[in-house]
Nanobody, 123 residues
Framework: QVQLLESGGGLVQAGGSLRLSCAASGRTFGGYAVGWFRQAPGKERDAVAA????????YYADSVKGRFTISRDNGKNTVYLQMNSLKPEDTAVYYC????????????????WGHGTQVTVSS
């Protein structure tokens, strides 16, 4: 059973950068599509970015295109989310999730989840 652990969250000023990591343990991560989701208080959990098992197919929400980059290193069993030009509206708990099929933006389609990491962007 694969377990996911997010790290890299924190407090940053608007315009700053953070890199989130999603590390998998228990089994190789290579066959899984991975998505990053975020949830702000009182809001639904929305897809931010996703990447297929090989890295050849990616998805970005319109709100983060050009600012966020998702990547993966299957040798290290880790998926990254580089977040640049952060805005206060990016403040949320960020979760990574995995599934064995292709990427999708639907949270319910992912069956492995991490516990989340808080990202706070101050204005």
């Amino acid at each position: 059973q694969v377990q996911l652990l997010e790290s890299g969250g924190g407090l940053v000023q608007a315009g700053g950068s953070l890199r989130l990591s999603c590390a998998a343990s228990g089994r190789t991560f290579g066959g899984y599509a991975v998505g990053w989701f975020r949830q702000a208080p009182g809001k639904e959990r929305d897809a931010v970015a996703a990447i297929n098992w090989s890295g050849s197919n990616t998805y970005y929400a319109d709100s983060v295109k050009g600012r966020f980059t998702i990547s993966r290193d299957n040798g290290k069993n880790t998926v990254y989310l580089q977040m640049n030009s952060l805005k206060p509206e990016d403040t949320a708990v960020y979760y990574c999730a995995a599934r064995t099929l292709e990427i999708t933006v639907l949270p319910g389609a992912y069956y492995l989840w991490g516990h989340g990491t808080q990202v706070t962007v101050s204005s």
